[in-house]
């Protein structure tokens, strides 16, 4: 299934701008889903990405977004901590609830899934939460700064390398994971949970799943990663996550219908959104059923011909018909018509033959090839007669076009 993908910020805890990134299904999304990715990393990680669209290929959205002073977002890394990480996601949830429908689906990568785990009771929509490689504990990625330390109590915060990078951590971020116990969270939680967890992880040790599942209550499951790193580096390892994740969490949330395609009588035209990313639209002329949609160079995911492509299409099949209509008439040897047009705007200065001759003005080139044993003399005469197509003319009259707005929008 094809999917697309969106750039968006939205403002964090802090009031910062953070950088999001929303996977789409071209269907309606059976749900949206929230992912939180690993201490220090970014929404853009492989697991992250590949998890994000192997979901959306299965046809849950899913946002996963850069935290405070990571990636993209805005903000400083320093004055971070795992409550603000769990605030961050709050307000995720809170954008995705205002701007499209709350998630029912949070996961949380590393320390990210302690992290969901938190923000869990403060997102009342979400059904079901599944953790990958998290620890029982946020103080776990205290061995992490375990020779800084000293520098980080005597100074208030010390330079760390993580994962080849610098960061800089202060005694706050030490002070705040010490605060948080998520066992009671867990007991609590009121949601379907789901562990991944690889029993060779480096990283995180398995026996940390096993906090978390004893903590959980039911409905809860465990996965296991078999020898899956803890970064989930080797994409089939992230898509068998993705995978596993969608058909489980398909349990809780049901099916979503797809939009009624829309019905038109004799003679009318509707069109209607169809659900499927931005721009996807059903076409109903009659009783016959076409589709539209924009290139994805346009944000669209190309599922069918753009506006102007079906314009062009208008235009050919009528100057098509017209030429078969006019060499029938005259029993003429016209064996078969193709008609190509190719849609552009040119300033209209460029056009010695139009009224306009300032700003940009619309050109279409028809190029016609007429197979038959046609003479000289019949071939200019039918190249004349497809200026005389009933779609031509209306293109090259003055055209009154009157909107309203119908009581529902519904069928005409």
Known sequence: MAISSEKLTFTGADGVELAARLDLPTGPPLAYALFAHCFTCTKDIFAAARIATGLAEQGIAVLRFDFTGLGHSEGEFANTNFSSNVADLVCAADYLRESRAAPKVLIGHSLGGAAVLAAAPR??????VATIGAPGDP?????LFQAARPEIEAKGEAEVLLAGRPFRIRKQFLEDIEKHKLAATLAGLRKALLVFHAPRDATVGIENAGEIFTAAKHPKSFVSLDDADHLLSRREDAVYVATVLAAWATRYLGRAEAPEAPRAAPGTVVVREAGEGRFAQHIAAGKHM????????FGGNDSGPGPYDLLLAGLGACTSMTLRMYAARKQWPLD???VTLHHEKIHAEDCADCETKEGRIDRIER???????LD???????LEIADKCPVHKTLESEVAIETE????????
């Open 376 to 382: 000289a003399g019949q071939r200019t005469k039918l």
């Open 336 to 338: 078969r018509v193709t």
């Open 123 to 128: 997102v009342p929509e979400a059904l079901a």
């Open 139 to 143: 103080a776990h990625v205290r061995h």
């Open 290 to 297: 076409l589709r539209a949609d924009e290139p994805e160079d």
């Open 367 to 373: 190029s016609l090839i007429l197979e038959g044993t």
């Open 405 to 412: 707005l119908a009581s529902d929008g519904g069928t005409m």
